[in-house]
């Protein structure tokens, strides 16, 4: 199981970014896919995450209404188009998957067993 995600920068605040999660080695079959952020000095926290299976989504409050997460099944690839970015969004972004999820654990690290390497997501004027 390999996740690589991708499409972090730098934007202006109001401005979006879309990353991007793909996923090898599995299916999405059974899987929730998650996105975590960490800013310096704070704790991993819980972005959102898709069940694609169903389509289920969860987000936030902070991101509620800004941020959209999507799957496309076929190319094995999660999205997160993120929208009127704010300086506080300002963190290291990852993904994370993992088959045996409670939904009500979506928002806690301890819950996925793989992680793709971060992008660095960086709101500033």
């Known amino acids: 199981v390999q996740l690589q995600a991708s499409g972090g920068g730098l934007v202006q605040p109001g401005g979006s970014l879309r990353l991007s999660c793909a996923a090898s080695?599995?299916?999405?079959?059974?899987?929730?896919i998650g996105w975590f952020r960490q800013a310096p000095g704070k704790e991993r926290e819980g972005v959102s995450c898709?069940?694609?299976?169903?389509?289920?989504?969860y987000y936030a409050d902070s991101v509620k209404g800004r941020f959209i997460i999507s799957s496309d099944n076929a190319k094995i690839t999660v999205y997160l188009q993120m929208n009127s970015l704010k300086p506080e969004d300002t963190a290291v972004y990852y993904c994370?998957?993992?088959?045996?999820?409670?939904?009500?654990?979506?928002?806690?690290?301890?819950?996925?067993?793989?992680w793709g390497q971060g992008t660095q997501v960086t709101v500033s004027s």
């Open positions: 994370a998957a993992d088959s045996t999820l409670v939904r009500s654990s979506w928002s806690n690290p301890s819950a996925y067993d793989h």
């Open positions: 080695g599995f299916t999405f079959d059974n899987y929730a």
């Open positions: 898709i069940t694609p299976s169903d389509g289920k989504t």
